[in-house]
């Protein structure tokens, strides 16, 4: 049996399995197993799920902006205990990125709590590797968008970057 990551698109039979790896890394906000479905579904093209002898270690869910397609918006990224500290995270989005669907993006964004340190992290390193300016700003703010137990959401900017200048 290979150890061996497969990265793929993810579909509807991923479903479930997002949903369980999702419960599995706090802090992230679980959703429904039926909004996990869509994201499979609809956001397949720029999304990821990476197996490993068929169990999912790794899933992103990613849109493009509908108003603003040079703009890829990463909604979650969920890396299963078992292979953490590998880079899987840096690495999956590396690959959505290579996608032909993405080749006219030059902004990447995505909400952060102000405590997910693992989540500062990946996405600093992201901007550093690829000398792309990072800006932040609060979005949905606790109390006001989101409970008030639920911390605010920080819009994370990353870029824009030169077409063609990445290097991934």
Known sequence: ?????IFDRPSIDDGLAVS???SHCPPLDTNSVYCNLLQCYHF???????KRCDELVGFISAYLIPETPDRLFV???AVSEKVRGQGLASKMIAHILAREVCASVRVLQTTITESN???????TRF??????P??????????????AQHNTEVLV????????????
């Open 75 to 77: 909604w979650q990224v």
């Open 44 to 50: 397949s093209s720029t999304s990821v799920a990476v």
């Open 117 to 123: 340190q693992a989540s500062w992290g990946l996405f």
């Open 127 to 132: 901007a550093e590797k690829h000398a792309a």
């Open 1 to 5: 049996m290979s150890s061996e990551l």
């Open 20 to 22: 369980k790896l999702i």
């Open 134 to 147: 990072l800006s932040s700003e609060q979005l949905f703010v606790a109390g006001k968008h989101l409970p």
């Open 157 to 168: 900017t990353i870029g824009p970057w030169l077409s063609g200048s990445l290097e991934l």
